[in-house]
Nanobody, 125 residues
Framework: QVQFVESGGDLVQPGGSLRLSCAASGFRLNNAAIGWFHQAPGAQREFVPC????????SYSDSVKGRFTISADNEKNTVYLQMNSLEPDDTGAYYC??????????????????WGQGTQVTVSS
C-alpha cells in the first residue's frame, strides 16, 4: 500500500523559508510522478507542485511558481519541497500524493487518495 509521511512544517514569518519532506513507502519514486497538495483552512486541497518519475520535469501551480522548488532523492525515496518567500496565503496543511504523470496528478480525484497525516505550515508575523 502506498503511504506517505510528511514533515518539516512549522511557524514562520512572512518572507521566510521552510523545507518540507515526504517519505514514501509502498512504491518507488521512479515508478510514478509525485507531488504536493496544499489545504488552506476551510478550503479544498489544491495541487501545488509535481515532479515526474524520471525526476527530469517539474510542474508548479501559478501561486507558487518562482518561490517553491520540488526535488526528490531516489535513494531515500523522499520528496522535498523548498518553500521560499512564504506568504500568509501559504498557510495550511501540506500533503503528498502520486499518480502516473504530473498531468494526472493535477486532475486526481481527491477522495480516492490515501492521504498521509500532512504537515502544518503557518505563515504569520
Amino acid at each position: 500500500q502506498v503511504q506517505f509521511v510528511e514533515s518539516g512544517g512549522d511557524l514562520v514569518q512572512p518572507g521566510g523559508s521552510l523545507r518540507l519532506s515526504c517519505a514514501a513507502s509502498g512504491f518507488r519514486l521512479n515508478n510514478a510522478a509525485i507531488g504536493w497538495f496544499h489545504q488552506a483552512p476551510g478550503a479544498q486541497r489544491e495541487f501545488v507542485p509535481c515532479i515526474n518519475n524520471r525526476l527530469t520535469a517539474t510542474s508548479y501551480s501559478d501561486s507558487v511558481k518562482g518561490r517553491f522548488t520540488i526535488s526528490a532523492d531516489n535513494e531515500k525515496n523522499t520528496v522535498y519541497l523548498q518553500m521560499n518567500s512564504l506568504e500568509p496565503d501559504d498557510t495550511g496543511a501540506y500533503y503528498c500524493a502520486t499518480a502516473f504523470t504530473c498531468a494526472a496528478l493535477r486532475r486526481i480525484q481527491l477522495s480516492a487518495v490515501n492521504w498521509g497525516q500532512g504537515t502544518q505550515v503557518t505563515v504569520s508575523s
